[in-house]
């Protein structure tokens, strides 16, 4: 497949993609700050209730924190801090929220990337071998094993794994991203590798179902087309058509298909975090929420927001400019 | 006979087809079919759109969808075809040319598709065979660098015939290879039809245009209602009275040239347990409400009709 690119055309779409990102997050950024505002949640409370502050205290810290300013006038600073890149301070970590994230974000990224690749390549391919053997033993096997896990929950499977793996065989470490006590600065890239495996494995083989199961669908589509028709009356063989033919035409549409599960993949990283006590950006959503930590709250929106609008502009990209049927389009 | 390249015997075609739950239902399409095709002949087979004509194409190159059965018995060159022996001799020995550029992947260079899948290093042979073939049938070098949505009418209909030809098959099998086209394209279709025939190939044409089947024919199947009623020659068409059964009149007569003469009548949708044109011929009898007539040879022209040498009431 050739690649053909218009460039000017990218950069307005690309431009115009930025304009609608930049009012989508003012728009989540207002109201996700008014929802947090009108919550029972009290910023004061929650800090303070760690400490046992005196009413002296209390009443410092409601003037430091502005308690007390009406809620249009701290919707409009929220977002000129916000325009300077200023997250506030995390209650929790008590540094820059902004810091926090970076931080937590790589952890997850590593994970979320790992598990996204492994679904996408083991998907497809499951996929195409349950379309191209259709009605067998192992098509059905393939169904069959998507089917429990599109309905199984992600963290119900993550701790039977957790079981099996850790528990039982103890192959693995049961949590935690580095060895307890030790220094960071001890902790090997092998220390690190070996509590990726299986948070990255549950999240995989949870995502495998949905590509699986659409590459099979889209395939089988394709086996009852004409030009497959066309393509057996020619001579070729029933593999090398799907080799041929058959991946070529899924694979775009299965590939936009995984760029547009972000937003999954963010919702998955979050329990499977959590019961592998994985300190990335899903575990620090849970601590945030749990312990009313709404700027770290409010960063971590903002984050997932964008992360999963990038998906779906990844997804919008290789559907107009990759797809040789829109090359005609283009050079208008 | 031992110059026949294609025979077909009796064959039918029907659909196994779920109604209600589990309930099968089997849906007959082609019926108690026969012709054969002769080195260097044309035999088109004339029927009604969506009558079901293309499955027989399909059968004989056993790419028949997994819920159809066919029955009866389709030879090549006197060798009964069984479905190892289709597959060995598609593409190669039985060439397709398909209705439309729909038949082609959409996301593969035409040069790519044409050539098919071969080794790399037969590759260069088959791109330089390619060239000249699509040379042959008037296509510019470019037209295998584009893909098949690029392609006007004209040119995939091209496209796909010199594609069916590359392998230079014995027996080529056109499935309505003129829909949609131009008077000038229709014609080329025809005059490339006609030289395949010259060259020796054997031609199954596969169509519901009338003036494309007595152009390109050497002799014509009619096809009612999943039945092949009459096979004729072509030149008989020209004068009604050559012809026997009470449709192929009726039909060519309705032609605009030959008077534009209606008959009013549908074909029946469902399996008859006589002959399928009872309900709207002119010259039934009781034997034809109950008994089926069978494809029989009268002076070289097949006909299925009980009553075709008597006289019209």
């Known amino acids: 497949m050739v690649i053909i690119i218009n460039s000017q055309k990218l950069a307005k779409f690309l431009g115009y993609k930025a304009v609608r990102l930049f009012i989508l997050l003012v728009a989540v950024a207002a109201v996700s700050f008014i929802m947090v505002e009108i919550s029972p949640i009290n910023p004061v409370k929650s800090y303070a209730a760690e400490m046992g502050a005196s009413a002296q205290q209390i009443a410092a810290l409601s003037a430091y924190w502005q308690v007390d300013v009406p809620l249009g006038e701290k919707v409009v600073s929220w977002l000129a801090d916000l325009l300077q890149l200023n997250l506030g301070i995390s209650l929790i970590y008590r540094i820059p929220v902004v810091n926090v994230i970076i931080q937590k974000f790589t952890a997850s990224l590593v994970l979320m990337i790992t598990s996204w690749i492994i679904s996408g390549v083991v998907g497809f391919g499951l996929g195409i071998i349950a379309g191209g053997t259709r009605g067998s033993w192992i098509d059905k096997a393939i169904k069959t094993y998507c089917y429990i896990l599109q309905c199984a929950p992600s963290f119900w499977i993550g701790l039977i794994i957790m079981l099996i793996f850790s528990v039982y065989l103890g192959w693995f470490p049961v949590g935690l991203a580095v060895p307890v006590g030790t220094m960071a600065s001890d902790v090997t890239f092998w220390d690190w590798l070996i509590r990726l495996i299986l948070p990255a494995f549950t999240l995989s083989i949870v995502g495998i179902a949905s590509i699986a199961l659409y590459t099979r669908d889209r395939l089988v589509n394709i086996l009852n087309s004409d030009y497959f028709i066309f393509a057996r009356a020619r001579g070729e063989n029933h593999w090398s058509i799907i080799i041929r033919h058959g991946i070529r035409n899924v694979l775009l549409p299965a590939i936009t298909l995984q760029f547009m599960s972000f937003s999954e993949l963010f919702g998955g990283a979050v329990l499977v975090e959590q019961i592998f006590s994985y300190p990335g950006i899903g575990q620090a959503t849970v601590a945030a929420g749990l312990r009313s930590d709404v700027p770290l709250l409010l960063g971590i929106v903002l984050i997932s927001t964008i992360f999963v609008f990038c998906g779906n502009t990844i997804a919008d990209i290789l559907y107009k400019y990759v797809d040789p049927r829109m090359k005609g389009d283009e050079n208008e | ?313």
């Open chain 2, 1 to 313: 006979m031992e110059n026949d390249l294609l025979t077909v015997q009796n064959v039918s075609i029907s659909f196994t087809q779920y109604v209600q739950g589990l309930q099968q239902h089997i849906l007959k399409v082609i019926s108690d079919l026969s012709l054969s095709v002769k080195e260097g002949e044309v035999v088109a087979i004339l029927g009604s759109s969506g009558s079901g004509k293309s499955l027989l194409a399909h059968a004989i190159l056993g790419i028949l969808p997994e819920n159809g059965q066919c029955d009866g018995t389709i030879s090549f060159k006197g060798e009964v075809l069984t479905q190892e022996k289709k597959e060995e001799l598609r593409g190669e020995h039985i060439c397709l040319i398909p209705q439309s550029v729909n038949f082609l992947d959409p996301l593969m260079k035409v040069r790519e598709q044409a050539i098919g899948d071969v080794k790399d290093e037969e590759k260069e042979k088959a791109l330089k065979h390619q060239k000249e073939i699509f040379e042959k049938y008037g296509l510019a070098e470019e037209v295998g660098d584009m893909y098949p949505f690029e392609l006007s009418g004209g040119m995939a209909r091209k496209v796909l015939l010199s594609t069916a030809l590359l392998s230079d098959p014995e027996l080529v099998v056109a499935d309505e290879p003129t829909p949609g086209l131009d008077q000038a394209s229709v014609n080329e279709t025809i005059n490339d039809i006609k030289r395949l025939a010259q060259e020796g190939k054997g031609v199954l044409l596969i169509t519901h245009e009338i003036d494309v089947a007595l152009k390109t024919a050497d002799r014509i199947a009619i096809f009612y209602s999943g039945y092949v009623i009459e096979i004729n020659k072509a030149e008989n068409f020209n004068d009604v009275n050559k012809l026997l059964h009470p449709y192929t009149k009726s039909l060519i007569e309705a032609l605009p040239r030959n008077g534009f003469k209606l008959t009013s009548g549908v074909q029946p949708l469902e399996e008859v347990d006589g002959c399928p044109y009872f309900e709207n011929c002119p010259i039934r009898s009781d034997i034809c409400q109950n008994n089926k007539p069978d494809l029989i040879d009268h002076n070289g022209i097949m006909i299925r009709c009980h009553n075709f040498d008597k006289e019209v009431n």
